[in-house]
T-cell receptor, first 111, second 112 residues
Framework: RKEVEQDPGPFNVPEGATVAFNCTYS??????FFWYRQDCRKEPKLLMS???SGNEDGRFTAQLNRASQYISLLIRDSKLSDSATYLC????????????FGRGTSLIVHP | SAVISQKPSRDICQRGTSLTIQCQVD?????MFWYRQQPGQSLTLIAT?????????ESGFVIDKFPISRPNLTFSTLTVSNMSPEDSSIYLC?????????FGSGTQLSVL
């Protein structure tokens, strides 16, 4: 299994829809996880952190399933401005100082 | 958090020339990371820059092609040397603060 895997999409959804992305990871020792948002030709920006079972921030919910080694990002009531690429990131651990990035999931929200 | 100023934001260069990208951080950090992101791809780590020692390069990247400087704990440069069209990409610097990554705004490089 690759270290961090994401469905590249694109996910094409109408405004107001609920959409969820998954990210699987291979390092069972990882304790924390992050979702980043990257707009076209821009730098990634931190969206949410996931340290235990989950985290909620407005329309965004991130959940962690340690048994199955995946994290998910749920977006409710999608807005046009949510259109972006969402990157799953696993910080460095186990003697490595290098974080691991997923390939990113592309979301397109249309009117 | 950390605020990183990266420049230039974009450049168009002729093949065979070199471009130096600068990143300035608003706080002292031990490690700075340099990434490349090609169109439609995720980030690929080029090297890790530590102050006072040589940068550590990832597989596929060499110092002659991507020399890095790290003169102090708030500043680093990455040079893309002897450029070819294959070097056209977005280059990003990053720092790790309490496991969270913060990025410069990126340098969009086009090589003709």
């Amino acid at each position: 299994r690759k270290e961090v895997e994401q469905d590249p999409g694109p996910f094409n959804v109408p405004e107001g829809a609920t959409v969820a992305f998954n990210c699987t990871y291979s390092n069972s020792a990882s304790q924390s996880f992050f979702w980043y948002r990257q707009d076209c030709r821009k730098e990634p920006k931190l969206l949410m952190s996931v340290y235990s079972s989950g985290n909620e921030d407005g329309r965004f919910t991130a959940q962690l399933n340690r048994a199955s080694q995946y994290i998910s990002l749920l977006i409710r009531d999608s807005k046009l401005s949510d259109s972006a690429t969402y990157l799953c990131v696993v910080p460095a651990s186990g003697g490595s100082y290098i974080p691991t990035f997923g390939r990113g999931t592309s979301l397109i929200v249309h009117p | 958090s950390a605020v990183i100023s990266q420049k230039p934001s974009r450049d168009i260069c002729q093949r065979g020339t070199s471009l130096t990208i600068q990143c300035q951080v608003d706080s002292q950090v031990t490690m700075m990371f340099w990434y490349r992101q090609q169109p439609g791809q995720s980030l690929t780590l080029i090297a890790t820059a530590n102050q006072g020692s040589e940068a550590t390069y990832e597989s596929g990247f060499v110092i002659d092609k991507f020399p890095i400087s790290r003169p102090n704990l708030t500043f680093s440069t990455l040079t893309v040397s002897n450029m070819s069209p294959e070097d056209s990409s977005i280059y990003l610097c990053s720092v790790d603060t309490n496991e969270k990554l913060f990025f410069g705004s990126g340098t969009q490089l086009s090589v003709l």
